[in-house]
């Protein structure tokens, strides 16, 4: 048999998955320095050095100061939080799934956020009361999905997809019945404004909790992460090559359920980029999830802070996210598929 | 390393079992194929012997200790399992591919590394294939995937490897190039269970066969007491032929395949040279017993093929036995069915034209008599050892009602006499063939019909 086109170049694959890794810290850099008052590259250098000598801070502005360590740093790193937690799971969970068109929201999560969100907007509960319920309620769902799929001896796999879709729109149907009693005025706007998404009333206290959620999902996602590929070869095959697939997934579903939770809470409904993520990590590295999970948790962070700026300074007023990624991530993701299917078939 | 398996039974499903009461042993550098017809269990016993399925019954031993009280991972060190040829849902590269067998080597924390992409490149090599390393394994043949899997089963590193049906959707160099590396491996200590569809690969490559039909174990054992015509026949629901050559005074087999029933048309001449080729295989002493299935519309003179046949039959010194059926004929009118008993010329009616029928319906309507049948059965069901057998004619009520003359269904069955011949309609002829599909079909409707010579 004859090969008509070579595979991409390995060493390509590997400056591309080097570049990748070390692409949020230099957005993150740039995107400080974006906004209605412009500061200088150097300025933002000075300001973090300050952090540890007080002597760099000469010759800058309390307002840059304040902009950048109160204002804009949080929004960035929660922006940068959510983008790798959404990323990472959502190549987890088509790993897991052996479905290049699922996302974290397969279990119904989100949906679940969404409701807990809704009902404590719509008793009038403060920001972190809405946070918390919207976490609360998004692992109520996936809890659902799974005691529902164990109804089922045969085929928990496929029959816990089934629940997850099942128990996303039950809760999407009762956060629309949210939005019809809901006050037309004040909280609805509250309601439909949270379903979108956005990271417009973001302070450094909504900073702790998600870090240290994100960053243990994640590091357990980056140790096991080469045992997805083997997981992706389906149960019999990973029972055969020693792993035992039940245990390992239920693990991993855990964790990215609280990844998500807790992305979803802090920062609404993003949608697309566990779905798109995963497609360009791909395309950039290859399948293998060795080099995919972080190249997904670094792809997802920059994405999301990207379409983040785009929201907060390029469009007068702000444009929800949910709306901007769905808006940049589905045309992208249509060119992605179109361009190179090599990455999954 | 051996493995061993002592009364094997599962169930998917209660009351359903997969798996019967099978027992086989590997030895190192052994090849052991298990053959059987589809959903006969293979790829069921191929999954609990590889861990994935826990049997309902019975032991799986390896080297006399409890596979299921082997840690996975230990577990899948020793017996890998190659499946057959799939697609997964991602793109990996071959090398991605080689490399998860070294899986149960690595802890739930690790990835691979340097010592570990050593041994995945050492395994491509091994099978050739160093030239694809990078190559997506989805755009790889069936062929090189099958050895890719192979090769993760090297790297895999364990010395029992069991294969689900390697040799299907190849062609005869993948083939080749597969089980001749499967023969290599098993030269250098590994030993293979494999399922498989091919009695021939399992003719040219295996050391030990297990045949299994309906979940249960046929014949397991070495390799020529086990693919025989009897036995694959048996199993396959096929007339099997053996062919082989004679080396030295020793029957080599060279290659299983079945039999084609040859279907010819009746010429003039042709019972001429039936009665010659009777009498060429009477006098070569041909042990298989021979089926000859006459067909033919109605009228077009069955009986009356088979009367002369048993007349010539006689004429050449064999004896004979079995029923005929001729029509009776009163004024050129077809009125009736005689039962013959081809031993000793006695006859019985046994069938009239039913009274009454409405005028105008020309198809004749026949009244059986139950104590005419009763005899025929008691013929057919005491018939001596005979040279040649006739059985004219078995119809509907045989076949497709379970009534009538059922020990003619049965001697055919049995295959008890050396030449035997049977009358059906053509309307019957698919059933006949499905029941004996070594029969040779006699067409005799072209012939002129003079039944009534």
């Known amino acids: 048999m004859t090969h008509k086109k070579a595979a991409p170049a390995a060493h390509l694959q590997t400056l591309a998955y080097i570049i990748l890794l070390a692409l949020p810290l230099l957005l993150m850099l740039v995107a400080l320095t974006l906004g209605r008052y412009p500061i200088s590259l150097s300025d933002v250098v000075r300001i973090f050095l300050s952090l540890v000598?007080?002597?760099?801070?000469?010759?800058?502005?309390?307002?840059?100061?304040n902009l950048v360590v109160r204002v804009r740093l949080p929004r960035i790193l929660v922006a940068l939080l959510i983008g790798?937690?959404?990323?990472?799971?959502?190549?987890?969970?088509?790993?897991?799934?052996?479905?290049?068109?699922?996302?974290?929201?397969?279990?119904?999560?989100?949906?679940?956020?969404?409701?807990?969100?809704?009902?404590?907007?719509?008793?009038?509960?403060?920001?972190?009361?809405?946070?918390?319920?919207?976490?609360?309620?998004?692992?109520?769902?996936?809890?659902?999905?799974?005691?529902?799929?164990?109804?089922?001896?045969?085929?928990?796999?496929?029959?816990?997809?089934?629940?997850?879709?099942?128990?996303?729109?039950?809760?999407?149907s009762l956060t629309s019945l949210m939005k019809t009693i809901a006050?037309?005025?004040?909280?609805?706007?509250?309601?439909?404004?949270?379903?979108?998404?956005?990271?417009?009333?973001?302070?450094?206290?909504?900073?702790?909790?998600?870090?240290?959620?994100?960053?243990?999902?994640?590091?357990?996602?980056?140790?096991?992460?080469?045992?997805?590929?083997?997981?992706?070869?389906?149960?019999?095959?990973?029972?055969?090559?020693?792993?035992?697939?039940?245990?390992l997934k239920i693990a991993m579903v855990v964790f990215s359920t609280l990844m998500t939770a807790a992305a979803v809470a802090a920062g609404g409904v993003i949608g697309w980029v566990g779905l798109v993520i995963p497609h360009a990590g791909r395309i950039l590295v290859g399948p293998d999830h060795k080099r995919l999970?972080?190249?997904?948790?670094?792809?997802?962070?920059?994405?999301?802070?990207?379409?983040?700026?785009?929201?907060?300074?390029?469009?007068?007023?702000?444009?929800?996210?949910?709306?901007?990624?769905?808006?940049?991530?589905?045309?992208?993701?249509?060119?992605?598929?179109?361009r190179n299917r090599t990455g999954w078939q | 390393m051996n493995l061993e398996a002592n009364g094997l039974c599962f169930a998917y499903h209660t009351g359903k079992p997969v798996l019967k009461d099978i027992s086989l042993a590997v030895q190192?550098?052994?090849?052991?194929?298990?053959?059987?017809?589809?959903?006969?269990?293979?790829?069921?016993?191929?999954?609990?012997?590889?861990?994935?399925?826990?049997?309902?019954?019975?032991?799986?031993?390896?080297?006399?200790?409890?596979?299921?009280?082997?840690?996975?991972?230990?577990?899948?060190?020793?017996?890998?399992?190659?499946?057959?040829?799939?697609?997964p849902a991602?793109?990996?590269?071959?090398?991605?591919?080689?490399?998860?067998?070294?899986?149960?080597?690595?802890?739930?924390?690790?990835?691979?590394?340097?010592?570990?992409?050593?041994?995945?490149?050492?395994?491509?090599?091994?099978?050739?294939?160093?030239?694809?390393?990078?190559?997506?394994?989805?755009?790889?043949?069936?062929?090189?995937?099958?050895?890719?899997m192979i090769a993760r089963g090297l790297a895999q590193q364990c010395p029992i490897m069991l294969m689900d049906e390697p040799d299907a959707h190849l062609d005869p160099q993948n083939q080749h190039r597969v089980l001749e590396l499967v023969a290599q491996l098993s030269?250098?200590?590994?030993?293979?269970?494999?399922?498989?569809?091919?009695?021939?690969?399992?003719?040219?490559?295996?050391?030990?066969?297990?045949?299994?039909?309906?979940?249960?174990?046929?014949?397991?054992?070495?390799?020529?007491?086990?693919?025989?015509?009897?036995?694959?026949?048996?199993?396959?629901?096929?007339?099997?032929?053996?062919i082989g050559d004679v080396d030295e005074g020793i029957p080599v087999p060279r290659a299983i395949v079945p039999r084609r029933p040859t279907y010819s048309r009746m010429e003039p001449d042709d019972i001429e040279r039936l009665e010659t080729n009777l009498a060429k295989v009477f006098a070569d002493g041909q042990e298989s017993p021979q089926l000859i299935i006459v067909t033919g519309q109605s009228g077009s003179g069955k009986s009356t093929w088979c009367k002369e046949l048993s007349l010539r039959a006689k004429g050449i010194g064999l004896s004979i036995g079995g029923i005929l059926s001729p029509a009776v004929f009163e004024n050129g009118?077809?009125?009736?069915?005689?039962?013959?008993?081809?031993?000793?010329?006695?006859?019985?009616?046994?069938?009239?034209?039913?009274?009454?029928?409405?005028?105008?319906?020309?198809?004749?309507?026949?009244?059986?008599?139950?104590?005419?049948?009763?005899?025929?059965?008691?013929?057919?069901?005491?018939?001596?050892?005979?040279?040649?057998?006739?059985?004219?004619?078995?119809?509907?009520?045989?076949?497709?009602?379970?009534?009538?003359?059922?020990?003619?269904?049965?001697?055919?069955?049995e295959r008890a006499h050396p030449v035997m011949c049977v009358v059906v309609r053509p309307s019957l002829l698919s059933d006949a063939r499905k029941r004996w599909p070594h029969g040779l079909v006699m067409d005799v409707s072209g012939k002129p019909g003079d039944g009534r010579k």
Not at chain 1, 98 to 125: H, M, Q, R, Y
Not at chain 1, 142 to 160: C, D, E, K, N, Q
Request: proline fraction near 5%; charged fraction near 15%.
């Open chain 1, 53 to 65: 000598d007080r002597s760099f801070a000469v010759g800058i502005s309390d307002t840059a100061y």
């Open chain 2, 333 to 413: 009118e077809k009125t009736g069915i005689d039962l013959i008993n081809l031993a000793d010329g006695s006859h019985r009616r046994l069938a009239g034209q039913r009274q009454g029928t409405s005028s105008g319906v020309t198809t004749p309507r026949w009244q059986f008599d139950e104590a005419t049948l009763d005899w025929g059965n008691i013929i057919l069901g005491n018939l001596p050892p005979t040279d040649l057998v006739i059985i004219d004619e078995l119809g509907p009520l045989e076949f497709r009602r379970g009534m009538g003359l059922q020990n003619g269904l049965r001697v055919i069955d």
């Open chain 2, 28 to 87: 190192p550098d052994q090849i052991l194929y298990v053959l059987g017809p589809n959903g006969c269990g293979k790829s069921t016993l191929l999954s609990c012997l590889s861990g994935i399925r826990k049997p309902d019954q019975g032991s799986i031993l390896l080297d006399g200790i409890d596979l299921f009280s082997i840690a996975p991972e230990d577990r899948a060190r020793k017996i890998g399992l190659i499946p057959q040829t799939h697609v």
């Open chain 1, 84 to 172: 790798a937690s959404l990323g990472i799971t959502g190549a987890g969970f088509q790993g897991i799934f052996k479905n290049p068109l699922v996302d974290s929201n397969i279990l119904g999560v989100t949906s679940g956020a969404g409701f807990g969100a809704a009902l404590a907007l719509l008793l009038s509960a403060e920001p972190w009361q809405v946070q918390i319920s919207a976490f609360v309620f998004g692992l109520i769902a996936v809890a659902l999905a799974f005691v529902g799929s164990r109804l089922y001896r045969t085929a928990p796999m496929i029959v816990l997809t089934l629940m997850g879709i099942l128990i996303g729109s039950f809760f999407m």
């Open chain 1, 183 to 247: 006050d037309p005025l004040d909280t609805l706007p509250a309601i439909t404004f949270w379903l979108l998404g956005g990271l417009t009333g973001i302070t450094w206290r909504d900073v702790p909790w998600l870090a240290v959620i994100t960053l243990a999902g994640s590091f357990y996602l980056l140790l096991t992460r080469w045992r997805f590929n083997i997981l992706s070869l389906g149960d019999e095959e990973a029972t055969a090559l020693g792993v035992n697939p039940n245990r």
């Open chain 1, 293 to 338: 999970l972080p190249a997904s948790l670094s792809l997802g962070a920059s994405f999301l802070l990207v379409i983040d700026n785009i929201s907060r300074i390029a469009l007068p007023g702000e444009v929800p996210l949910g709306v901007l990624t769905g808006l940049i991530g589905v045309p992208l993701l249509i060119i992605l598929l179109f």
């Open chain 2, 90 to 148: 991602f793109a990996y590269t071959v090398r991605d591919m080689v490399l998860m067998g070294r899986a149960p080597h690595l802890g739930l924390f690790d990835s691979p590394r340097r010592a570990d992409y050593e041994i995945a490149d050492q395994s491509l090599e091994s099978v050739q294939l160093s030239h694809l390393r990078d190559r997506p394994y989805t755009e790889l043949s069936g062929g090189e995937r099958q050895l890719v």
């Open chain 2, 187 to 242: 030269g250098q200590g590994v030993s293979f269970v494999i399922a498989s569809h091919s009695p021939n690969n399992a003719l040219f490559y295996a050391d030990r066969v297990l045949l299994m039909k309906d979940g249960a174990s046929l014949a397991y054992g070495k390799v020529s007491d086990i693919l025989t015509e009897p036995l694959l026949s048996t199993a396959y629901e096929l007339d099997m032929a053996v």
